[in-house]
């Protein structure tokens, strides 16, 4: 096991960038070109919000923590850059995707109460035969070459909690933030640490009034994170005003400056994080498009017609 990220198989052979993972992905449509016309599936952004809240979903059922399920669905995306999702049960999947990480975190379930959970949830497409769980298991860890070990965004969260002086509030968003950033590409494209200080830079500068970004977050946000960016690269001294004009208070723009003093001290990525800002704010720019009934008579068709719901 691997302590420290950066000697990790996370960061050595599951952090890519924009164009290889593009790149993978393409390979594998190329390659099933014939299946991936014969049976379209939404967007990727809308399948993965339709695959977080299936993992979600399972995960309260049988009471799983939050870090186990972000483990799932980091699974779920790896195994679908090795594999193309049309030629899976996107269920069984998920489904053990969940199994599997429960048993990494050290909050391990019985596989006939994950049937037995998944198959209230998804009655047509999960066997009552609790081997074929365990099959679907074995393929993920061998498509993932057996490098199970993740590395989440939450731990460096906590660590920097103390140094921000955050609030429980500020903490909280941040969480959710992070829960976000898993339906994106993010967690195959930047190092956790990275993640955390996105989240918590727009829990600070922003610091929205509404329980959830998805109201909050406009062309502001790309604004202010860029004025960030000039800040630290300029002096690292202050925040424009600009940017801190969405915070009110002398303590929120302390606190904004000390952020930005600190990421300039710390020669943190800043067109990372701009970066990872702008891959949130696609995310929730399009979920009001979602659909989950599309999403899911879709998947339906092509896993009923190709008969591998059993």
Same mark, same amino acid.
């Given at each position: 096991m691997a302590a420290n990220y950066w000697a990790s198989t996370q960061h050595r052979y599951w952090q890519s960038s924009k164009q290889e993972l593009a790149e993978k992905r393409k390979r594998l449509e190329d390659d099933d070109r014939a299946l991936v016309q014969q049976y379209p599936l939404p967007e990727r952004r809308f399948l993965s919000i339709y695959f977080n809240q299936q993992i979600v979903k399972l995960g309260r059922r049988i009471q799983v923590r939050q870090q186990a399920l972000a483990t799932a669905q980091l699974y779920v995306r790896r195994f679908y850059t090795k594999i193309e999702i049309r030629q899976t049960n996107p269920y069984l999947v998920l489904a053990t995707a969940v199994y599997l990480a429960c048993k990494m975190e050290e909050c391990p379930q019985h596989i006939r109460l994950v049937v037995s959970e998944a198959r209230t949830f998804w009655p047509d497409f999960i066997p009552t035969d609790t081997s074929?769980? /365990? +099959?679907? +298991?074995?393929?993920?860890?061998? +498509?993932?070459?057996? =490098?199970?070990?993740?590395?989440?965004?939450?731990?460096? !969260?906590? #660590? !920097? =909690? /103390?140094?921000?002086? !955050?609030? =429980? #509030? +500020?903490?909280?968003?941040?969480?959710?933030?992070i829960n976000d950033h898993y339906l994106t590409d993010l967690p195959l494209l930047y190092p956790p640490h990275t993640v955390a200080l996105t989240a918590i830079f727009l829990a600070v500068v922003l610091k929205p009034t509404q329980t959830s970004l998805h109201a909050a977050v406009t062309s502001a946000v790309a604004s202010a994170v860029q004025a960030a960016a000039s800040s630290v690269n300029s002096s690292g001294n202050g925040f424009q005003s600009s940017s801190a004009g969405a915070n009110t208070g002398n303590t929120a723009q302390t606190k904004v400056q000390e952020l930005v003093t600190w990421l300039a001290e710390s020669d943190v990525d800043m067109e990372a994080i701009i970066d990872c800002t702008q891959e949130l704010i696609s995310l929730y720019d399009v979920w009001d498009q979602y659909n989950e009934k599309v999403c899911k008579e879709q998947i339906a068709r092509y896993v009923k017609a190709r008969g591998i719901d059993r």
């Open positions: 074929k769980l /365990g +099959e679907c +298991e074995f393929t993920l860890i061998s +498509e993932m070459n057996s =490098q199970l070990i993740v590395h989440q965004p939450y731990r460096s !969260l906590s #660590d !920097l =909690q /103390g140094t921000f002086s !955050l609030a =429980q #509030d +500020e903490v909280a968003l941040a969480w959710s933030i």
